[in-house]
Each structure stands twice: as structure tokens, then as C-alpha cells.
């Protein structure tokens, strides 16, 4: 499991994140990396100043409702453009970029699966 280590906080109902990286870790070898990646809907900061390196393994993202998780997968999973800092998933900007699309998937939780199709059939519909 990876050692992810920082100090996450609530402010003005964005996620904020202070620079967390895995003990003797690279940011350019990693599959995902966050500098300074702000966003901001209009005048509501969903995200707000996050860097962040993560590592091959597990990690959890937690917060409270409306903290900026969905908005910070959302902008990794390149569904969304950041509005400040940038975002590299395996050394690429994922907003714009198809490429991404083969080392990363997002599958939101209300996802669903049409009824005449089957989840295989789903999965590679979207591929």
C-alpha cells in the first residue's frame, strides 16, 4: 500500500491539500501528479491549491461532502480543465489528450449501464 502522507482541510467549501509525496519518490516517474491544481466554477472554488504525487498502489481520497473530490477525479480522469496549476497522469496533461484514456478510467458512481447492453458491451462502447 502506498505512503501517502499530507495534510488535507476544508476551506470555503474547496479541497485543500498541502504537498504530500511518498517517501523517495520521483514526481516524474509517478502515475499521477497534481501542482498547484486549482478550479473554479464561476465564483465557487471547488478545489483549491492542490499539489500532490501519487504513487503506484492504493490511495484513498476522503472528505466531506462538496470538498472537491469528484471535481479532483474528474480533472485527472481529464473530464475537466483546471483552472490554475496542471495535472500529469504518467508525464501527460490529460484534459484534451485521448491517450490518457488507455492508463486511466473513471467510473462515477451514478454510471449507468443502458439496458439493452451489457457491461462488457458498455465498457468497450466507451473505449
Excluded at 504513487?55 to 473530464?79: E, F, S
Excluded at 495535472?87 to 490529460?94: D, K, S, T
Amino acid at each position: 500500500m502506498t505512503d501517502f502522507s499530507g495534510t488535507a482541510t476544508r476551506a470555503k467549501g474547496a479541497l485543500t491539500h498541502t504537498d504530500a509525496q511518498a517517501p523517495g519518490a520521483r514526481a516524474e516517474d509517478s502515475p499521477l501528479v497534481f501542482t498547484n491544481v486549482s478550479r473554479w466554477f464561476g465564483d465557487v472554488v471547488a478545489v483549491n491549491d492542490i499539489s500532490a504525487t501519487i504513487q503506484p498502489g492504493i490511495t484513498g481520497l476522503l472528505g466531506p461532502n462538496g470538498a472537491g473530490k469528484t471535481t479532483l477525479l474528474q480533472i485527472a480522469a481529464g473530464l475537466l480543465p483546471v483552472s490554475g496549476g496542471s495535472v500529469r497522469v504518467f508525464g501527460r496533461e490529460p484534459f484534451g489528450d485521448v491517450s490518457t484514456y488507455a492508463d486511466l478510467a473513471l467510473v462515477p458512481e451514478a454510471e449507468a449501464v443502458p439496458g439493452m447492453l451489457t457491461p462488457r458491451q458498455f465498457v468497450r462502447a466507451r473505449a
